[in-house]
């Protein structure tokens, strides 16, 4: 393969958090960079690059038309050990499960949802909030993508049991009644990051969110926002749509 031809990268994310990993890439790696933010943006690249190399998909919450999927050599991060945990809510559903570390998969984009071949896998820890754990995969796909570029793998097949993860809807944020410390703690933290619906319980005709969970000793704090359960800023609480 000529890779001198096929120098051009597109970095495709909903979260500004990593354009760190793009001003990264885009400074130390060779080849033209581009970032896109939207599926409008996506298609504008797609038609002035022409033929990227690859298509690197950090976070993406958009539909992609086959006609960039099927053309293109599109890389998806998912943090599951594929086929393990295919679907969506990964993160969630990795720590309800009780699951401590986990791997970031990176494998090319088919029609079926998480389910094409492998380029590499490496492990990710699943400790802190959502938020530091987004922004640790994030670095780690850093050195992943880099490495894809020097060594250009060829990806392998899926092998093992298929377990289909179900994303989570906005109304299973409500903290479980009854819950011991460390279950609370872990479903805070599981939710705590820029444009998730975070933790939230009612009392009343308040609701009342959680972030900055800490455990201690078996003894749980965290920062609690109250606002009345029919303003707007309660109502986003439970609306807001989850990627």
């Not at 976070?59 to 086959?66: A, R």
């Not at 570029?149 to 093992?160: F, K, L, N, S, V």
């Not at 920062?223 to 986003?236: F, H, K, M, N, Q």
Request: proline share 5%; hydrophobic share 35%; with cysteine.
């Amino acid at each position: 393969m000529n890779t001198d031809v096929m120098s051009a990268y597109i970095i495709a994310s909903n979260k500004e958090w990593h354009r760190t990993s793009f001003e990264t890439l885009r400074t130390e790696c060779e080849g033209d960079w581009y970032w896109v933010s939207t599926p409008d943006e996506l298609l504008e690249a797609v038609t002035k690059v022409g033929a990227p190399r690859y298509i690197f998909f950090l976070h993406w919450s958009h539909h992609v038309p086959e006609s960039v999927w099927a053309e293109h050599e599109c890389v998806c991060f998912h943090m599951t050990d594929l086929p393990y945990g295919r679907g969506g809510s990964p993160l969630q559903n990795l720590i309800l499960r009780g699951h401590k570390e986990t791997v970031l998969t990176a494998f090319r984009m088919v029609e079926a949802m998480d389910a094409g071949p492998v380029y590499a896998k490496e492990c990710l820890s699943l400790a802190g909030t959502a938020e530091q754990i987004y922004r640790r995969a994030g670095e780690l796909s850093t050195e992943m993508i880099r490495s894809m570029i020097t060594e250009q793998p060829e990806p392998e097949e899926q092998t093992g049991e298929v377990v289909v993860f179900k994303r989570r809807t906005p109304d299973q944020s409500e903290l479980p009644d009854g819950a011991s410390p460390e279950i609370l703690y872990d479903f805070i933290r599981m939710l705590d990051a820029d444009g998730y619906p975070h933790a939230f319980s009612r009392s009343g005709q308040y609701i009342l969110t959680y972030t900055n969970a800490e455990l201690n000793d078996g003894e749980l704090k965290a920062s609690v926002a109250i606002s009345l359960a029919d303003s707007g800023a309660a109502l986003g609480v439970i609306q807001r749509e989850k990627s």
